[in-house]
Each structure stands twice: as structure tokens, then as C-alpha cells.
Nanobody, 124 residues
Framework: VQLQASGGGLVQAGGSLTLSCAVS????????MGWYRQAPGKEREMVAR???????NYATSVKDRFTISRDSAKNTVYLHMNSLKPEDTGTYYC???????????????????WGQGTLVTVSS
């Protein structure tokens, strides 16, 4: 399973960006998808997650500004970011948790895959 993140860039405070993460490869199913970020000198933190049934979870710092969504037909997860702040600067990583193919139609082992990261820089 490979994840290809894109959409990062330089934006002024108050602006918007949409990140995309395309998932490729063969697997049985996805249980959840998410976005994480890592600012310079800080640990990686969860930004937003989306479960298979549509439940969402956001970091307090991005609630009401960021929206995670999924296009199942394209196997792509998005992070729509509005009202960006300088503290949103960092490298954003997409992640999926899912299951490999098992016997017959059954799920196999679980897996967790990460994209390569895309840099978002918000200038003040």
C-alpha cells in the first residue's frame, strides 16, 4: 500500500489549502484515514481522522477550520484547511489503517501506512 501526499505550499495567514493523499495498492479494506503534522522541533501530532463509517476526530487547534473528507471512488483522502495560521506550519503526513487481503473474502492482517509528507508553510 502506497500513499502519495500532495498540495502543500506557501500561503499567507488567513488563506486556504487543500491537501490530497492518493492511496494505491491492493488491500481488503480501510478502517480509518488521517492527517498528522510535525512542526520543526516538535513531535508529530494528529490533526484529523476519519473512520470507515464517517466519524471524524479533530485536534482542538484545527476544529472549525479544517475538514477531512474522502473520495472512495478515487481512493483519496483530503484535508481542507481554512483560516490558516502561522502555527499550522509543518510537514503534513497522511496515514491509513486497514486490513490486508485474507483467505477468501475475509480480511487479513492489519496494517498502518504513511505518506511521504507535504510541507505547509503559513506566513504571517
Amino acid at each position: 500500500v502506497q500513499l502519495q501526499a500532495s498540495g502543500g505550499g506557501l500561503v499567507q495567514a488567513g488563506g486556504s489549502l487543500t491537501l490530497s493523499c492518493a492511496v494505491s495498492g491492493s488491500f481488503h479494506s480501510i478502517s480509518s484515514m488521517g492527517w498528522y503534522r510535525q512542526a520543526p522541533g516538535k513531535e508529530r501530532e494528529m490533526v484529523a481522522r476519519l473512520s470507515r463509517v464517517g466519524d471524524t476526530n479533530y485536534a482542538t487547534s484545527v476544529k472549525d477550520r479544517f475538514t477531512i473528507s474522502r473520495d472512495s471512488a478515487k481512493n483519496t483522502v483530503y484535508l481542507h484547511m481554512n483560516s490558516l495560521k502561522p502555527e499550522d506550519t509543518g510537514t503534513y503526513y497522511c496515514n491509513i489503517d486497514g486490513f490486508e487481503h485474507g483467505k477468501g473474502w475475509s480480511p487479513g492482517r492489519s496494517f498502518s501506512s504513511w505518506g511521504q509528507g507535504t510541507l505547509v508553510t503559513v506566513s504571517s
